[in-house]
């Protein structure tokens, strides 16, 4: 059981870092997707989102998939 929480920290931490080091890259761009990046998805990105998240590339829907994918496991 600990070697399997401290593998599914590791490998949240690394997620993290990188998710947070691409959002970083893409906050000084200040440019955010006017569609959803993912390619089964491409829905628009509505402005008020892209607004508030600067360098958003997901659509709502996915970004909470995403959460739920990300906090299920
Ligand atoms: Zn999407």
Do not use: N, W
């Amino acid at each position: 059981m600990a070697d399997l929480y401290d593998q599914a920290t590791e490998h949240e931490e690394r997620f993290r870092a990188q998710a947070l080091a691409a959002q970083a890259r893409r906050t000084l761009r200040g440019v955010s997707a006017t569609h959803c990046v993912r390619d089964d998805c491409g829905a628009e990105i509505p402005e008020a989102r892209r607004r508030a998240l600067p360098g958003v590339e997901l659509c709502i829907d996915c970004a909470m998939r995403d959460e739920k994918e990300r906090s299920g496991r």
